[in-house]
C-alpha cells in the first residue's frame, strides 16, 4: 500500500491493487448560499469539477472515493445543487470506473441528486479492504460503525483543517493543511463504550471485544483539507480539541495536539501543540 498526498492539490491517491483517488468536502452549491449574503460569485462547479478531472488525467485511478459534504444547503437542496450536481458525477463516471461517495452532515437528499452508478455510503463510513492493510472512510460528524475502528488507516473530512501563521509584520496568513497522527486504541475504545452508555472501567480494548465482537487496534488518522478553496476552516493550531468537529476528536479520544500538520504543497510545519505558539 502506497499513501500520497497529491501536491499541491487538497487530495490523496492510495496505490495497492487498485488506484483511488480520494477527496472530500466540495460543497457544490455554496455560492448560492452566498448570494444570499450578498456576495456574488461566478459558478464554482464546472472549476471544482476541473480540478478533479485534471487528477483523474494525471494519476488515471480506478476508483474515486468521496468523503462527504457534497452538496452545501442544509437542510433543503437549491436549485444549482439540483441542476450541477446529476452533471458533475455524469461526468466524472465517463473517466473513471466506479465512484463512492461517503454522506455527510449537508448531505441531506443527495441520494436523489447521483446518477446510477454512483455508490453512496452512510454516514458511519465504509471499510476499504487493500490487501492486509484496512482503510476506514468516514465523513467524521457522525460515530463510525465499530468495525472501521479495527482499520490501520482512518480518513476523515469534515473539519477543514487550516492553520494560522503570522508573518514578521504580523499579518495572520490562513492555509490549508493535512493533520495526520496515530490514535491510541484504548481511548477510542473507551469513548466509543461511553457514548453506548457502558463504562469501560479497567481495559476498554478488552471490553470493545467483549461488547462489539472487535478487536481495536492503534489506527494512523488522515484528516483532509477542504477540496473547495471557497471555504472557512478550523483552524487547528488556535482551537481547542473541544472545538474540533465530530465525535472522534470532540470527545478527546484522539490526541490532535501530537498529530503532524502539512502545507498542500508537502511542507511539514512540525506538531499542533508546537504550532499553537506560533498562532
Given at each position: ?18 488506484r483511488?483517488?480520494?477527496a472530500?468536502d ?23 469539477l ?7 488525467e ?14 452545501h444547503?442544509?437542510?433543503?437542496t ?9 452533471r458533475?458525477f ?15 452532515n ?26 492486509d ?20 488507516l ?7 483543517p487550516t ?11 490562513s492555509?490549508?493543511?493535512w493533520?495526520k ?10 469513548a466509543y ?9 479497567d ?8 461488547r ?12 483532509f483539507?477542504a477540496f ?5 476552516g ?12 465530530g ?20 511542507t511539514y510545519?512540525?506538531k499542533?501543540?508546537f504550532?499553537r505558539?506560533?498562532?
Amino acid at each position: 500500500m502506497r499513501i500520497r498526498l497529491l501536491s499541491p492539490h487538497p487530495a490523496l491517491l492510495l496505490e495497492a491493487s487498485q488506484r483511488i483517488l480520494m477527496a472530500s468536502d466540495l460543497h457544490i452549491g455554496l455560492e448560492h448560499e452566498l448570494s444570499k449574503m450578498g456576495i456574488s460569485l461566478p459558478n464554482q462547479a464546472e472549476r471544482i469539477l476541473g480540478e478533479l478531472l485534471s487528477l483523474v488525467e494525471e494519476h488515471r485511478p480506478h476508483r474515486v472515493v468521496l468523503l462527504g459534504d457534497i452538496k452545501h444547503a442544509v437542510p433543503l437542496t437549491s436549485f444549482q445543487e439540483r441542476r450541477e450536481i446529476p452533471r458533475f458525477f455524469s461526468q466524472l463516471l465517463e473517466e473513471v470506473e466506479a465512484v463512492d461517495v461517503v454522506r455527510g452532515n449537508h448531505d441531506a437528499n443527495l441520494q436523489q441528486l447521483l446518477p446510477e452508478g454512483v455508490a453512496i455510503h452512510p454516514s458511519r463510513g465504509f471499510l476499504l479492504s487493500e490487501d492486509d492493510y484496512r482503510i476506514a472512510v468516514i465523513h467524521g460528524h457522525a460515530w463510525p460503525y465499530p468495525k472501521l475502528l479495527t482499520a490501520d488507516l482512518l480518513l476523515m473530512g469534515h473539519n477543514h483543517p487550516t492553520v494560522l501563521l503570522r508573518t514578521p509584520s504580523g499579518v495572520r496568513l490562513s492555509q490549508r493543511v493535512w493533520v495526520k497522527g496515530r490514535c491510541e486504541g484504548s481511548k477510542l475504545a473507551e469513548a466509543y463504550l461511553n457514548q453506548m452508555g457502558v463504562k469501560a472501567v479497567d481495559d476498554p480494548r478488552r471490553a470493545f471485544k467483549e461488547r462489539l465482537g472487535f478487536e481495536i487496534g492503534d489506527p494512523e488518522m488522515i484528516l483532509f483539507p477542504a477540496f473547495n478553496d471557497l471555504l472557512g476552516g478550523l483552524p487547528i493550531n488556535a482551537e481547542s480539541p473541544k472545538s474540533l468537529l465530530g465525535p472522534l476528536l470532540r470527545t478527546g479520544a484522539v490526541d490532535i495536539e501530537n498529530f503532524e500538520v502539512y502545507l498542500l504543497d508537502g511542507t511539514y510545519l512540525g506538531k499542533v501543540n508546537f504550532l499553537r505558539s506560533l498562532a
